[in-house]
């Protein structure tokens, strides 16, 4: 149990376009989920902490006019990256923490990101 | 939050055991120490985690020092599939949820 997916695993898009990350967990409910972001060779990085219902708190020097992120139920949330530019490229890893057990987070595979 | 100390690197033989250090001298009395891996191009996953007492579960051990500034990670028996980059965080247990990542530690699994 306690699977994360995420969706697509990778994408290729063009300059100023957007792009929508989902997360899902498939087995439980997810109280609070958060996002990552990667570049090669590099460590995590979070970006962005998100509660259903309630407004994603964003870590120093992420905008959050640029990531948006929705979390509209206990089991999905998602990443807009709005007006993409090949600087955005990298690796977005999103993990869930499970109600009542929040000692362990749960992680998604990662989607790769490629902005052209 | 308190900060970690990893090896950048570290090498093992196959089907031998392997130790993987990381120190924390600023941990406070609150402060869980957390392990999870991160496989090539995949996202990480827990491995174990503690607070004062050694643990053990199916995949490895960890040993905490008496005085907790310091930690090891054991693999009992490494196999190839255990070549990863290994994350030692320290998370406050009445803090938030988040996990600050390091650099880690990259263990190379030698055939």
């Known amino acids: 149990g306690a699977v994360v997916s995420q969706h697509p695993s990778w994408v290729i898009c063009k300059s100023g376009t957007s792009v929508k990350i989902e997360c899902r967990s498939l087995d439980f409910q997810a109280t609070t989920m958060f996002w990552y972001r990667q570049f090669p060779k590099q460590s995590l990085m979070l970006m962005a902490t998100?509660?259903?219902?309630?407004?994603?708190?964003?870590e120093q020097g992420v905008e959050k006019d640029k990531f948006l992120i929705n979390h509209a139920s206990l089991t999905l949330s998602t990443l807009t990256v709005t007006s993409a530019h090949p600087e955005d490229s990298s690796f977005y890893i999103c993990?869930?923490?499970?109600?009542?057990?929040?000692?362990?987070?749960?992680f998604g595979p990662g989607t790769r990101l490629t902005v052209l | 939050d308190a900060k970690t100390t990893q090896p950048n690197s570290m090498e093992s033989n196959e089907e031998e055991p392997v130790h993987l250090p990381c120190n924390h001298s600023?941990?406070?009395?609150?402060?869980?120490i957390h392990w999870y891996r991160q496989l090539p191009s995949q996202g990480p996953e827990y491995v174990i985690h503690g607070l004062t007492s050694n643990v053990n579960n199916r995949m490895a051990s960890l040993a905490i020092a008496e005085d907790r500034k310091s930690s090891t990670l054991i693999l009992h028996r490494a196999t190839l599939r255990d070549a990863a980059v290994y994350y030692c965080?320290?998370?406050?247990?009445?803090?938030?949820?988040?996990?600050?990542f390091g650099t880690g530690t990259r263990l190379t699994i030698i055939p």
């Open positions: 998100s509660n259903e219902g309630s407004k994603a708190t964003y």
């Open positions: 993990s869930a923490s499970r109600l009542w057990q929040d000692n362990e987070q749960f």
């Open positions: 600023t941990i406070s009395g609150t402060d869980y």
């Open positions: 965080i320290l998370r406050d247990y009445f803090g938030n949820e988040k996990l600050t």
